[in-house]
């Protein structure tokens, strides 16, 4: 009977240790809503990238750690993955590394260094109809780099630690052509420097495509009271073709029931006129993990008429 009692607190024991040792973590987002724009009909459709993701850590000891991270993207209204097929299954991410005292460093596929943070600088964070694409203008797209929706497949990501605010992230991929592009002249690559202190969010990056293409960006965020001020300066330089020059101004204010958001942007062709795009949003918190929106947006191409839009949308979170 001792021994028993003995082996079950082992065993319960070495259950404990593992425990403490590692961990996964299910995580996830749902994302529907209606949109009506001019001269269309009223959809359904989304407002944030519809996901499933399951991340965890190994403590190996001495400060290092082992994690992985898998997120798979999906269409609610149909079940079914995202891009019908055309895209990998964990098209969000898919990495394993290594962390500790010397940074971290992760190997499979993720979002550029560049792209990571680019988000945090646009008042409307994922892609609503109030949007403005002027952070990133959607340049480093499937066709121009080893990469879709700004990621980079077999590629190598590091991180440095945080050192006074300052972090330096760096991504380098394979050199392979990707989705029929056949011309591969170099290596992709992305570097980014951030900074968080207090109050002030700024970050500082370069990217450059498969094909030579080139976009850097210039980001910031500051702090006050309950409004979140951002401003974001970019240039995309395509190889023996146009530049662009886009920029963006914007606030995202806190307000007792959730947030009023509120945006201007530009983009700019070298040679153009601008595309201009402005946009208003209310964002009503109805937990922590959910929220309705709803958010208007006017955008004036260089050529044609203006597109003025609306969506009302369900956001949840787990």
């Not at 879709?148 to 991929?173: C, D, E, K, L, W």
Request: glycine share 12%.
């Amino acid at each position: 009977m001792k021994k028993s009692v003995l082996a079950i607190a082992a065993l319960t024991a070495c259950a404990g240790m593992a425990q403490a040792q590692s961990n996964v973590t299910i995580y996830g987002v749902l994302d529907v809503g209606l949109i009506k724009s001019t001269g269309s009909t009223m959809q359904v459709a989304k407002g944030d990238y519809n996901r499933l993701g399951f991340k965890g850590v190994e403590d190996l000891g001495n400060g290092l750690k082992a994690n992985f991270r898998l997120e798979t993207r999906f269409q609610p209204d149909t079940g079914t993955t995202e891009g019908n097929g055309q895209r990998p299954l964990f098209q969000g991410r898919s990495i394993v590394g290594l962390s500790g005292a010397f940074g971290a460093v992760k190997l499979g596929r993720d979002l550029t260094a560049v792209q990571d943070p680019a988000s945090d600088y646009d008042p409307f964070g994922f892609q609503t109809v109030g949007t403005l694409d002027a952070v990133t203008g959607n340049y480093m797209s499937d066709t121009s780099t080893a990469s879709s929706g700004n990621r980079f497949s077999n590629a190598v990501f590091y991180s440095t630690p945080i050192m006074g605010g300052f972090q330096v992230n760096v991504s380098v991929a394979s050199k392979e052509p990707l989705n029929g592009v056949p011309v591969v002249n170099a290596n992709p690559y992305s570097i980014a420097t951030t900074y968080a202190n207090g109050p002030l969010n700024a970050m500082i990056g370069y990217e450059r495509a498969t094909n030579e293409d080139k976009f850097w960006t210039v980001n910031g965020a500051y702090k006050i009271g309950p409004a979140n001020l951002m401003a974001s300066y970019s240039r995309y330089n395509r190889l023996n073709s146009f530049h662009d020059t886009n920029w963006l101004v914007g606030a995202d204010i806190a307000v007792p029931t959730g947030a009023v958001k509120v945006g201007y942007g530009q983009i700019k062709p070298e040679n153009g006129s601008a595309n201009k795009q402005a946009s208003l949003g209310y964002w009503y918190t109805l937990s922590k993990r959910t929220m309705l929106y709803t958010d208007v947006t006017s955008r004036k191409p260089a050529v044609g008429s203006t597109v003025n839009a609306v969506d009302l949308g369900l956001h949840h979170t787990f």
